[in-house]
């Protein structure tokens, strides 16, 4: 039984720091997924928990042991990179067995636990072939086998399926999370890919520069972002922000309007707001509908009709562009004026630091 | 398609690279049957008699078996100073690769020194005096190590740069310690460079005659070319026994280079092309 725990966790390398101070709780058991924009520190934080790079702050407990320090031998760990990095040289066998080789176990224990893992992950006919006779998906179920026969108590991917074509990678995403369920160790899981985020993760972690922007389920991150950098990310095609002003504080709403929107009552904390101050809600693509009486009205300069839904480019009048998801098929001109509207509930004020005012 | 001029100049290469190489081969085993007079001409006629064998006897016993003495020296000095180079090599390469500190300019630059600066005979011979390695078989590997090191180094180094890191880690993860990712990952990943190190070095160390010439006065300690002045002084030189001799001694470099030929030619394009 391993969880993690990540005590403002810091690294620079020399005078740059790239993991500004992470704090994590990871149960055991958990399926947590690191997204983030390229170069915010997802595999630099992944491998400061493998122990291939060395903290430089903060405390790093797997278990409850402190493992800043600890070998990545002794962590109970076991990783999968993003190139496999097989052993060139070895068969799948011997590449499926070599951690257990080291370890000194017995041939035939080794035997036992290799063929195993070559069932549960259907490579049995592989066994005899070098790395190089494989194909991209064969080399990664070999890269993961050499994580499962070490029965580590947490897996770490780093990008584990940006080097496999579309339709591959949804299998294996699959045949992960079912590995996820059977071993029940703990997955933590590095990709820029959010739909992937969304599908398998128990828990998100969205970094930025070095800094958790926000941790949570992906249901939660996508309907209650706690600032804009989550709201933007999250979430395909990505939130509309408009620029709009307050007109009038409720108890737990606030009423706002501006050039393309008129006066609209949102649910949100007004605590920190006074009326005429500058806010930013953010509407999903998704929420927004064709309605005549709707409020928002903007002219059409993009159609994509994709028969099930249809993205809609819109030019509001301040000249911002917006992108609508319209369910269903609709035949629409460039150029044509289209009123939209959205439920007040399902957008979310942002104030001018991009700090969500979600209604307590 | 091949232009006109390529293929006419291919057809020129083939004869004149074959005279190049084949005539002094074709020399020596031509003198290496003859008889003493004959010999003494230094032509190209074909030999009047067959005293092939007579010759071998002759050169293997003279000087009470000296050459088979030489044969077992050069051998130890061979393989000594192959097989220890190799493995510091790559051992020196792996940490220049792999560690980045600030001190690998400076051993950089100890290296190229190492290839550029030419190797002083007085001194050296000074040197070995003193730690009484002078004359016994220990100096010259010692010295045969010292200029193996550099080139061989710098030729792991770069192939070593191109083995991806995330093997390295991949082997740490999995339980390796620093020897085993040497031993077992790093190591069997350079035989291409591991091959054609060997044989170079292999056959520039068994074909070196001036360094044991310096470093190994006396009969006992004799390595094979310097069996060569048994037969060849100012004023008398049995010709047919000093190409009997070299004829002798060419064929462990040529076993060496037909064995291991196939991977030579791999180890000098491997790397080119990430495979
Ligand atoms: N050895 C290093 N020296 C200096 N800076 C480094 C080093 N390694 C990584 N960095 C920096 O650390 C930051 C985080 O790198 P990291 O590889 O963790 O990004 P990432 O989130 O995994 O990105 P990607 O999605 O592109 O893989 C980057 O800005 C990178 O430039
Ligand atoms: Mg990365």
Known sequence: MAGLELKSLRKSYGEVEVIKGVDLNVEHGEFVVFVGPSGCGKSTLLRMIAGLEEITGGDLFIGDKLCNDVEPRDRGIAMVFQSYALYPHMSVY???????????????????????????????????????????????????????????????????????????????????????????????????????AMTTADKIVVLNAGVVQQVGSPIELYQRPANLFVAGFIGSP?????????????PDSVTVSGKDIGPTTVPADPTSLKPGDTVTPGIRPHDLTDQSSGNLVGEVSLVERLGNETNVSLRLPSGAARLAVLDGDHELRIGQSLPLAFAPDRAVIFNKSGIALHRK | MKSRPSIFLGIIAIPVSALVFLVPFAFIILTAFKNKQQATLLDFSWPDGFHLWNNIVEVVTTRNWMLLTAFINSTILTVASVTLPVIFAAMVGFVLARRKTRWNGLIEFLILAGLMIPPAVVPTIWLLQGIGLFGKLHGPVLIEVAYGLPFSIILYRAFIATIPRELDEAAIIDG???????????????????VTNIVVQSVGVFNDFTNPLYYLPGNANATVQLTLYNFQSQFNTSYNLLFTNILLITIPPLLVFLFFNRHIVAGMTAGAVKG
């Open chain 2, 176 to 194: 390796a310690r620093p020897f085993d990712v040497f031993f077992r990952i790093i190591l069997p990943l350079l035989w291409p460079v591991t």
């Open chain 1, 94 to 196: 011997d590449n499926v067995g070599f951690g257990l080789k080291l370890a000194g176990a017995p041939t035939d224990v080794r035997d036992r636990k290799v063929r195993e893992a070559a069932r549960i992950l259907q490579m049995e006919h592989l066994l005899d072939r070098k790395p190089s006779q494989l194909s991209g998906g064969q080399r990664q179920r070999v890269a993961i086998g050499r994580a499962i026969v070490r029965q580590p108590e947490v897996f770490l991917f780093d990008e584990p399926l940006s080097n496999l074509d579309a339709a591959l990678r949804v299998d294996m995403r699959m045949e992960l999370s079912k590995l996820h369920h059977d071993t029940g160790a703990t997955m933590i899981y590095v990709t820029h890919d959010r739909v992937e």
């Open chain 1, 238 to 250: 990505k939130m509309n922000f408009v620029e709009l002003t307050v007109e009038k504080l409720g």
